[in-house]
């Protein structure tokens, strides 16, 4: 960024052919010279994240090396199969669909969810559907509360503050879902001798938006390093189908509709990109909040939450710690 280029969110703005092929060629030196597999396994939501890594692996290594995995259950929006399969076919390339459902009820998962809950909501039942979302850090002095929203079988919403407990037991029965996904990934590129593919965009992964051993899993990271919004831009470069580009980032895991920034992140996506990349190249906060449209405070909130959540989550990017080094094995 120079005096002639002011900070905005053209800031941003990457020259998209010339990613794509860096990316490329990444992919097929790693396939090749150090994960020594065939091609790539790629689980799809039917968002554009894991869309654009598919479209990047089969402009890398081509359609018949690409295997695509929709993996919808219970709580996903009804959406998702149809978006996920327009990629599929626009792609190109073979895949299959696994409804998780019955996994997730063998082990469980379905009672222990709606049992966390109803430690927050009693009446919380058969046919209730539910999310999670936290307050605004501009208010209650900067500390993000939780709250679990309920809507009962007749349209009525339930809004109640949540505690500790039902929230960790809430969100470690959730995890079976990114966990279960990634099993069956693992399954399908060992059959394949396949490597898998995941699909984090870097404010995702700089602020610890996944789980660990669940989508946190993989092989290689295509897009880790690009901003949300530059992930956009190679969405529209590659030909992502429109009404991919057009959905809203979510995280389908509730069976309530959930935006990102309800469940975990500061901001909507472009606003938030822009602060990470602010606070990344020590941009003054007030030039950024000129450029957002925000007060210079905010972003310091903002950029606070940043370190909080890149500390408190710096645990899902650790190796296994061993109590000592093994000097035959050097990773």
């Not at 692996?57 to 690409?66: E, L, M, Q, S, T």
């Amino acid at each position: 960024m120079t005096p002639a280029q002011p900070f905005s969110y053209d800031t941003l703005v990457i020259d998209a052919e010339k990613e794509v092929g860096k990316i490329c060629a990444r992919i097929r030196d790693g396939l090749k010279n150090q994960l020594k597999r065939r091609g790539l396994v790629i689980g799809l939501s039917g968002g554009i994240d894991s869309s654009v890594t598919a479209a990047l692996a089969v402009k890398a290594i081509g359609p018949d090396r690409v295997f695509g995995l929709e993996m919808p259950e219970r709580h996903s929006a009804k959406e998702t199969t149809s978006l996920s399969r327009s990629v599929i076919d626009h792609l190109g390339i073979e895949s299959q669909r696994i409804d998780i459902s019955p996994i997730l009820e063998a082990i469980g998962f379905y009672r222990m969810y709606d049992d966390a809950v109803r430690l927050a909501i009693p009446g919380y039942g058969a046919g209730w559907k539910s999310k999670i979302v936290i307050s605004s850090i501009f208010e209650n002095q900067g500390f993000s509360l939780l709250s679990v929203v309920a809507q009962s079988p007749d349209g009525e919403t339930v809004t109640e503050r949540l505690p500790l407990k039902p929230y960790l037991e809430i969100v470690a029965a959730t995890n079976f879902k990114q966990r279960t996904r990634k099993m069956l990934e693992y399954y399908h590129a060992d059959r394949l001798n396949f490597a898998v593919a995941g699909t984090p965009n870097r404010l995702e992964y700089d602020q610890g938006f996944f789980v660990k051993l669940g989508d946190g899993a993989a092989d290689l990271k295509p897009i880790a390093h690009l901003y949300k919004t530059q992930v956009y831009q190679l969405a529209e470069y590659l030909g992502i189908p429109e009404e991919v580009r057009k959905r809203p980032p979510t995280t389908d895991t509730y069976s309530l509709a959930q935006g990102q920034d309800e469940f975990y992140f500061s901001l909507p996506y472009r606003e938030m990109d822009l602060c990470l990349y602010g606070k990344n190249h020590g941009v003054d906060p007030s030039i950024v909040a000129q450029a957002i449209g925000l007060k210079p405070e905010q972003i310091e909130k903002v950029n606070g939450d940043i370190d909080t959540k890149r500390a408190t989550t710096r645990y899902l990017h650790l190796k296994p710690l061993l109590m000592e080094e093994v000097p035959e094995i050097v990773i």
